[in-house]
């Protein structure tokens, strides 16, 4: 099996660098800078940049202190409130540079500050040492939402997307679908085979899951011993049984050997299926317990098969 640490590093995307300042020669001087070595994304107040970091999610801020509208203050501030913008690092440009600014802003979350005028050799250097350490930091928290065994999302990274999937689908009133899976008589396979083989099937069909979901968006996780999870953001319930009707004949032309399972003496996969548009009263909890219901009922009626909520 390839390292999952050198897999995840040769998969990260360039650099993403938002420059924020009000000023068009210092962004033109800025993106001078960096666009051969990040991708550049730009914003000249307040409001823009708080966009900008939603839509673009960049790896690091340059952000200008005194701007018309949200200062960088309340710009940083708020950054480091929001759980998904709270891990960006932000390196102050600022012409003013006291002892009592560099204490707010560090007390605010900033990792660094730059004064002005720009000095190219030393932003420079600065961005590259954040963005190297921010690099870092995400190939490292990307290793600890893997489960180990099989190289796809363990249940901690299951639960945070099921959360950022379910507000997302939220806001844009989109429904969100979860298909709950689990390998039929597995105690039998590992009872029959040992556990090493049991580990090799399940190796073997998180692979298979994995390509059955073509679109970016879409996550396996495994969330068990024999249990795996896929959520299905802005699809709808015929899409989300397509998918699962997709899952079931891969498994079928996989033909993996159970001679100890009563369905047919070959690996299955029970599913259960469940579709919800997320509304200002829905519950993600509700959204988990009808799928655990459509799963259940679908090994009660014989395994092998999809049930949908």
């Given at each position: 099996m390839p390292d999952i640490a050198s897999m995840i590093a040769?998969?990260?995307?360039?650099?993403?660098?938002?420059?924020?300042?009000?000023?068009?020669?210092?962004?033109?001087l800025l993106y001078e800078a960096f666009h051969q070595q990040y991708d550049i994304f730009m914003a000249a107040n307040g409001e823009e940049a708080l966009e900008q970091v939603k839509r673009a999610q960049p790896d690091l801020v340059l952000l200008d202190v005194m701007m018309p509208g949200i200062d960088g203050y309340e710009v940083c501030r708020r950054l480091k409130s929001d759980p998904q913008s709270a891990q960006i690092p932000v390196i102050f440009v600022t012409a003013q540079r006291s002892?009592?600014?560099e204490v707010m802003g560090f007390e605010l979350g900033?990792?660094?500050?730059?004064?002005?005028?720009?000095?190219?050799?030393?932003?420079?250097?600065?961005?590259?040492?954040?963005?190297?350490?921010?690099?870092?930091?995400?190939?490292?928290?990307?290793?600890?939402?893997?489960?180990?065994?099989?190289?796809?999302?363990n249940r901690r990274k299951f639960d945070e997307e099921l959360?950022?999937?379910?507000?997302?689908?939220?806001?844009?009133?989109?429904?969100?679908?979860?298909?709950?899976?689990?390998?039929?008589?597995?105690?039998?396979?590992n009872d029959s085979y040992g556990h090493q083989a049991g580990d090799d099937c399940l190796r073997k069909l998180a692979e298979l899951f994995?390509?059955?979901?073509?679109?970016?968006?879409?996550?396996?996780a495994?969330?068990?011993?024999?249990?795996?999870?896929?959520?299905?953001?802005?699809?709808e319930a015929k899409g989300a049984l397509t998918i699962?009707?997709?899952?079931?004949?891969?498994?079928?032309?996989?033909?993996?050997?159970?001679?100890?399972?009563?369905?047919?003496?070959?690996?299955?996969?029970?599913?259960?299926?469940v579709t919800q548009v997320p509304g200002a009263a829905g519950r993600i909890a509700a959204l988990m317990e009808l799928a655990d219901l459509a799963l259940y009922r679908q090994k009660a009626n014989g395994r092998d098969g999809i049930c949908v909520a």
């Open positions: 040769n998969s990260l995307p360039r650099g993403r660098l938002l420059v924020v300042d009000d000023q068009p020669t210092n962004i033109r002892e009592a600014d900033a990792v660094d500050f730059i004064t002005k005028p720009i000095n190219p050799v030393i932003v420079k250097a600065r961005v590259a040492t954040h963005m190297a350490l921010k690099r870092q930091n995400d190939l490292l928290r990307s290793i600890a939402m893997l489960d180990g065994l099989t190289g796809v999302a959360v950022r999937l379910w507000r997302q689908c939220q806001r844009d009133n989109a429904p969100l679908s979860l298909i709950m899976l689990d390998v039929d008589y597995f105690k039998l396979y994995r390509h059955t979901l073509q679109r970016p968006q879409d996550l396996l495994r969330i068990g011993g024999e249990e795996f999870a896929c959520i299905l953001p802005w699809t699962a009707n997709r899952i079931k004949e891969a498994v079928r032309q996989q033909a993996l050997e159970h001679r100890a399972s009563p369905s047919g003496q070959m690996v299955t996969v029970s599913m259960g299926v």
